[in-house]
């Protein structure tokens, strides 16, 4: 099922036009979750990032995809070709997991490729982008990745690419994932990588056009992640992150008060937890997708 919701900038009317087609890669369990806890849709945190990162003088309108919802109709090649881009969102499903609504996805990020359009993912979208390229996805043997993922680092040949155009060379990243790619797809190149997981990002070039996934969460901010954290007591301890809920409520309480505050003011919990601009500061924390929609006005 496609929906349609389009937000625009007041921008003249000389401006580009992008197209972006969304897929939110959460099971529809997942998305119910949300609604009950008053958090919004990864498809809406993706379309609040990209429209706060649109270059001057580009509009951008976009169609949402659930490809896990039960009415879900998979769009034509034609339907697909007509976009300028698709975003692809982070989700709790494994990509190597025999379930229909994987298949769904894999399916369609491949038939995206193969229609030329260029694609930004995240976590989930790393994933599956290698699985429909013939790469490989496994249970990372370090465990999950969660939180402030650390030293993630710039490759040499991520250093010369324009996904990391003004990125410092090593940085830290919200994380949320067990599995990692394995296996590099092949014509894949590795932008990123860190000592949890040597692929943090990578980019990939098809018919022509250059598409970018990382394996971190740049639409992330503390309060949403602090949120997703509240929502995830039992998971959380019994992985052994925390103590207790309580430790937890603490951690959340902090993070919250940080994300309102800002670095200055609370600097008591920003060095407690290592919180920097890294995380903090959306324009660096968004700088690849920035980056991403900068590549696609320059095609227009």
Known sequence: MMRAATLRRSLSTTAKTLRVVVVDGYAQKSRDEFVARGMPFA???YQ???????????RL????????????????DDALAAFDAAAFTGSSYSAYAPDVDVARQVDLMRRTFDCGVSSFGSCWGIQIAAVALGGRVELSPNGREVGFGRKVAVTPEGRG??????KKSCFHAFMSH???????PPGAVVTSGNDHSRVQAMAVTRNGTESWFVQYHPEYDLAYYASLIAGRKER??????FRSEDDIDAYVDDLTALHAAGLEARKDVAWKYGVDED??????????VRNWL???ASLK
């Open 178 to 184: 067990s599995d990692e790619v394995s296996v590099v």
């Open 161 to 166: 690419h324009p996904m990391y155009a003004g």
């Open 61 to 76: 309108e976009f169609e949402t995809i659930f490809p896990c919802s039960d009415d879900y109709v998979p769009p034509s």
């Open 43 to 45: 498809s809406g945190l």
């Open 236 to 241: 959380m301890t019994a992985m052994g992150f």
């Open 279 to 288: 995380v903090y500061d959306a324009d660096v924390r968004q700088c690849e």
């Open 294 to 296: 900068k590549y696609l």
């Open 48 to 58: 609040d990032m990209l429209v706060a990162n649109a270059p001057r003088g580009v």
